[in-house]
């Protein structure tokens, strides 16, 4: 038995999950538990409601988007805490975003085989949060010329996540 292998059950699906712990990927997924493999730890996390179907759901008021987005992040937390492992909150935005892209159809494009090998070039990637700020810059210096439209949006929403976050 390989001791770097855990499984858990993916609260909404009820499958079981095969996961390396080196690398935080999933290894497969059953119906039924692995044999020989030992369960990961749950974490503890702070209570959340709950839907019809008894699945853990985020409420925030007056923006569907961030709870959406949050919502989403909470069940693959669920589903494979690895993901949200690393050793700065930039490598953690990075893998996440990372296996968002994986699971909204990069894995039609590229093979499954490939993962290891494109989480490794978006991880090399510069944070998110510096290409914002560049980019901010550069418009705010007036290189570069957005549209009104998209500027105001964007302060709408960032107007909208931060009275989310009070």
Known sequence: M???LVQTQNPK???YILIDRTKGEIIARNGNPFKDI???????????????????HIRIPD??????AAN???????ENPNIFEGDS????DRQVFAEVLWRDGLQRLIPADKKAE???????APEAEVISRALRYLVQQDYIRLK?????????????IAGAMK
């Open 2 to 4: 390989n001791g770097n």
């Open 13 to 15: 699906s009820l499958e």
């Open 38 to 56: 030992p369960f990961a730890q749950k974490h503890t996390a702070p209570p959340t409601q709950t839907d019809l179907f008894n699945e853990s």
């Open 63 to 68: 923006n569907p988007i961030l709870e959406k």
């Open 72 to 78: 989403r992040l909470l069940a693959m937390y669920q």
């Open 89 to 92: 909150k930039g490598e953690i």
């Open 118 to 124: 494109y989480l490794k070039v978006f991880n090399a």
């Open 148 to 160: 009104a439209d998209v500027i105001r949006k964007a302060e709408g929403f960032r107007n909208r």
